[in-house]
């Protein structure tokens, strides 16, 4: 009796995910085309405020973080770009319809 129940229970556990239709999963949204990006202006932003910390605890001398915050600051420039532009290519559309 135990053997068959068991039998039973692995013939459910197997099968179950079979009877699921592709109608009743969720909708997954589409990623987002500057999700990278943007995690990429965060860690940035988080290096500049490290950078000033460290700064003001006397571990970076005045030209060391001067020179890294141009830098930080250049590259930080150039993500944001890169996301108005995609931004702008997103909301623009894609393909023009035959008149």
Do not use: C, W
């Not at 692995?10 to 999700?35: E, G, N, Q």
């Not at 950078?51 to 993500?79: C, F, H, I, P, W």
């Amino acid at each position: 009796m135990f053997i068959a129940a068991a039998i039973l229970l692995l013939v459910l556990a197997f099968a179950a995910p079979l009877l699921i239709r592709a109608k009743d999963l969720p909708v997954v949204p589409p990623p987002s085309p500057t999700l990278h990006l943007d995690q990429r202006r965060g860690t940035i932003y988080e290096n500049l405020r490290d950078l000033q910390n460290e700064y003001r605890m006397g571990k970076l001398s005045d030209e060391d973080y001067q020179s890294t915050k141009k830098d930080l600051q250049g590259e930080l420039a150039t993500v944001m770009a890169q996301i108005e532009r995609a931004k702008k290519a997103a909301a623009s559309p894609t393909s023009e319809e035959p008149a």
